[in-house]
């Protein structure tokens, strides 16, 4: 794992997020495999140190200890250094800034990082000058990818028990309303060519009425394309469908259908919707979706989701954060779904190239116990908040 972040401090931090930067400033410099240590600590720490290597007696808010240079002999060492930083001082100066305490770390690890690359504010104006320069590209590095992942939410099963009576309630299109207010990004409807739960009114009104984003799960046939190139959602997940099955049990085949999806793409584009298709955790799958012109792909995480034991499910989930680098490093923006939920999801919101979930079934499962805007509101935390113990 090339970011390590260890806290000596006693309350409980953003540390998910914090990786999530972490990451993307290693691939903003183009160090995607270099190693950074991030420690976080009280201000008593800080103080010791300070001392200790500095011969300062006082805290400070950020303190790097490069690991570069004629000592550390390149290319065996990838390690670009340390990062401490007191957490009692960032917390002080995000007060003071009227900023939360997310963007200060951020801002301090930043400020660290640079250091790690050689630069030093100290040495006289011109340098501090180019610090700063150095440092504002990197903070719009890190917030034009967003450093948290979006979470969209699937709504269909609120449709199933609706058709399960024939009734008109519970309405998805209310249940949306409400997912938007506990804070989600998006909304997901699956409209299946047997419509066994999500119908065409619902992703008419959906369009209409949602204020977010709007995701349609599809297959690519020619009904199904009509009818999005109608309704233009924000975004089409193109899916395989089998007619028995009780859930999408797998990604496309896109190694096999590949001339079919890049007509079904294609049509979707002209039509100016942009496509994700929805794939296994497979190299080849996902250089062939690359091939279809397709925009993003949703990697299935069913496997990582039901893996019988914790080895397995370890596995799996290196397999899902390999196959999202290689996506990320095509160009695709990567999606993941399937099976996922309050247990499952945190250790892969750490995955900074994820950058969107899509979760249904555990979502709608809870909000029958504890409400929708509950149910939404503690996977918004897990996906986005970041804090970990
Ligand atoms: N992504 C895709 C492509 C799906 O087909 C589904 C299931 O409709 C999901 C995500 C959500 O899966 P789950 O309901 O298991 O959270």
Redesign the pocket.
Known sequence: MPVLIRSTHSKSLPLLRLRRAAEILLRSIGRPDAELSILLVDDAEMTRLNKLWLKRPYPTNVISFGQQGDDFPQPENNLLGDVVISIDTARCESANAGMNLEQRLEALLVHGVVHLLGEDHELGPVEAERMTRKEQALLDALYKEKTMADLCI?V??VATVRQARGATEPDPVTAAGIVEIAGADGI?V?LREDRRHIQDRDVKLLRQTIKTRLTL?MAATDEMIGIASDIKPDIV?L?PEGREEL??EGGLDVVNLEKHLDKAVTRLHDAGIPVSL?VDPEQNQIEAAKQTGADCI?I???LY?DAPSSNIEDKEFEQVVTMARAAMALGLRV?A?????YRNTARLAAVSEIQEF???????ARAVFVGMERAVREMLSLVQKGYLE
Not at 337 to 341: F, Q, V
């Open positions: 699937n269909d099963h997901v699956h799960e997940t899916v859930t999408t929805f949703e299935h995480t069913g989701a999606h779904g399937h099976g996922l939920n899509s979760i249904g079934h555990a979502i709608v």
